[in-house]
């Protein structure tokens, strides 16, 4: 019954006591430990269930605490607090295969400790049993690829816009304009899963009635992403609705509705699972606490998300380009037993965002969205669409995006509107 | 179809540009607006679903950003950062009577956006539909007190430690003397649920049958939380197997599963629900970030958690008595029709904690848990409980902790022990 698996966890942590007794105090909170020693803490149970420190490594030092609540041993005032990295790692079997439980250890009430004034975890190692418990994404890269109709190259989309408030008439013709633009992908915005102005069965059978049409003429299905984000059986139901209309892609907010939430749908799931990570920011932004995107993105693709949202360059959120690539980065890099995600740029993209994606990601494997830089082009939506290829096409082919716009109509009145690239 | 139904977000915020600005484009992001203005985005489409600005009160400025990535308008370097406070209303509409969706809504990109270098969710008010939908907890306090045999004054409980690694054989010991102790509430730590050493079903069978034989014996039912926390199909099996066993409580870790989870497993329970707020520590301790506990002891209740933590008094962890005793009062404060959530103290608990928590909180509705306070008593368990008794007998009655130790041996002995009250 007891296995020698374990699984590894990387803190960034700030402390004012040493690096080294920080690292025993996680372990030993998250293990087998409380305040004071109880019976029944034998020198056995804790060599088969204590959680060992692995590396301590500094970084630097700060002279004020990063968060509040952190004391130094024996209350006495500090003035330097070491900054570093740490690597714990727990027994598999005080967990087993479940992520929910694996949450608990890693990333549970250590947030907490009066002994860090910071922590973050940063990258996490799962050995086997936790892919064959948790099937991970079941279309991938390649999946998403053969149902989007996009053998290479970046698969271009949008963004459903204005987020809220479309009347289905309205979203009728955006659907059917942005269907017949070539597009090949499109998702609802986060905002707008199924409000009661209009539900999400009316949502599906008109948005698939347009693609269909389209497909028809064209031979080729957009992909529409359907946000199913919501309760369990709502979830269910609207992924089965969205099965059986032909449509081919569902869009869950993670956070909203957490990891047992996301992995069931996975289980039940025969579509790509679009994963939106809005709530993610409160989880990452600030430096020394939370999660670092190399762990998250670990514990979405296990969970089963198909494609996972990094933002974009030169967004306009808080994020930096550097954040933003070395996400991307995580994202294309192998983990589990081939369980690869594609990772979707978003956020203030338009057309010149494909030189800057590809000069610094070196990938085509990426859903690439532009929502205004599309929606708002001043020649309309299939405008909008062509000059997203045309700044991809400039990217490729190394040629300055301005050189090439002088023969390319629809990125040059993008650069227009949008600014220089 | 349009109500005129509305919700609530307040915020805290710091930002480099103007309080009214950043307000604006909290609600102008999170609900009809993009980056750019779009084709479609009318008039009568913001009328009807734009959120508004209610309220913005300035409360200070900083020198520095609290949070990396903010930028001030048109990249001006920025000298002070305004700070304050921000209510946004959003139409009922916009998302439906949806946990998940309210979530992506007043939590959602919100945390990214560069006009931000602080955000932190303070509070939220929902509609009537909300309660529609969602019907919180089925039992709260007085059920937990009758399920509990507990008519009046605290419910003492502990936890079970080691919290890992415990044999079959030693938890039906420690179970076994816990009953026989007469404390009212044990719970399984947040680290153990169902681990491959010791499966759920025969730690139920154990903990059930020491249970019973002692409640045969005194004619009281000790309440054992047992910590369900792991995928759907397993929390439900697993509430189950407690229910069909005779057991009267089950434990969640909230942020492991998530809310569409607890919310799907208030639906299906017959059992009180313990709701465990590990990982919180980083949703929270950075004040301006993420979300303040009066906001999120509303989404607990809504979602169905009948026993919420609090932390408790002098507390091993980061967070202050006073933050500590808001949460508690906010916890005791009615919400929604009824949806009562009892307050667990917890965390470097033990006698002498009653004095100062029923001091400083003026109250009884709570789950006192001491897990080394009573495990670690020098004289067992049995003197540990009594001694938390005799605490809150203390406390109650408003004489000194020393004066009434020196009749009290059990307390006395605890204070002995654990220090000075």
């Known amino acids: 019954m007891m296995s020698s698996s374990k699984v590894y966890a990387t803190y960034r942590v700030q402390t004012p006591i040493s690096l080294e007794l920080a690292a025993e105090m996680i372990a030993t909170e998250q293990s087998t430990g409380t305040f004071v020693h109880v019976p029944g803490e034998t020198d056995e149970l804790r060599a088969l269930h204590r959680a060992t420190v692995e590396r301590v490594v500094q970084t630097g030092s700060a002279t004020s605490p990063a968060l509040p ?6 209350n006495e005032i500090v003035t330097e607090y070491q900054e570093g990295e740490v690597t714990v790692s727990f027994p598999y079997h005080n967990m087993g ?30 050995p086997e049993e936790f892919f064959d418990r948790y099937k991970g994404p079941k279309f991938g890269i390649s999946g998403t690829r053969q149902l989007a109709g996009v053998e290479s190259g970046p698969i271009i989309g949008t963004i459903v816009k204005p987020s809220i408030g479309l009347s289905p008439d309205n979203l009728r013709m955006l659907v059917r304009e942005l269907a017949a633009s070539g597009i090949d992908f499109v998702k609802d915005d986060e905002l707008n899963a199924n409000p009661p102005y209009f539900p999400f069965a009316e949502k599906v059978r008109i948005v698939m009635e347009e693609i269909h049409r389209a497909a028809d003429k064209t031979g080729k299905q957009m992909m529409y992403a359907f946000n199913i984000t ?49 709530q993610w920011g409160w989880m990452t932004r600030h430096p ?24 974009g360059m030169d967004n306009k959120f808080y994020e930096s380009n550097e954040s933003v690539a070395k996400s991307v980065r995580d994202c294309l890099t192998a983990f589990g037993p081939g369980y690869d995600v594609m990772p979707v740029l978003s956020s203030g993209q338009w057309a010149a965002s494909a030189v800057k994606s590809y000069q610094t990601l070196g990938t ?41 716009a002088k023969t390319h109509q629809e990125l040059n009145r993008a650069i227009a509107k949008f600014g220089r690239a």
Chains 1, 2 share one sequence.
């Not at 949450?103 to 910071?118: C, F, I, M, P, R």
Request: hydrophobic share 40%.
């Open 288 to 311: 020394l606490l939370g999660m670092e995107f190399r762990a998250y993105q670990k514990l979405c693709r296990l969970a089963g998300v198909d494609h996972l949202h990094t933002n």
């Open 364 to 404: 085509v494997d990426v859903i690439h969205l532009a929502g205004g830089g599309i929606m708002a082009h001043p020649d309309g939506v299939t405008a909008g669409v062509e000059s997203m290829r045309q700044g991809w096409e400039a990217a490729l082919s190394g040629q300055a995006l301005d050189e090439y």
């Open 230 to 278: 919501g309760d369990i059986e709502e979830m269910l139901t609207h992924h089965d609705e969205v099965l059986k209309s032909g449509g081919t892609c569902v869009m869950v907010s993670i956070h909203s509705v957490g990891w047992a939430a996301l992995a069931y749908l996975r289980e039940r799931c025969e579509l790509p699972i679009h994963g939106h990570r809005n």
């Open 97 to 126: 295969a479940s992520i929910p439980n694996l949450l608990a250890a890693v990333a549970g009430n250590l947030y907490e400790l009066s002994q860090l004034s910071g922590i973050r975890l940063m990258d996490i190692e799962v």
């Open 69 to 74: 609540g952190s004391r130094g041993a024996k």
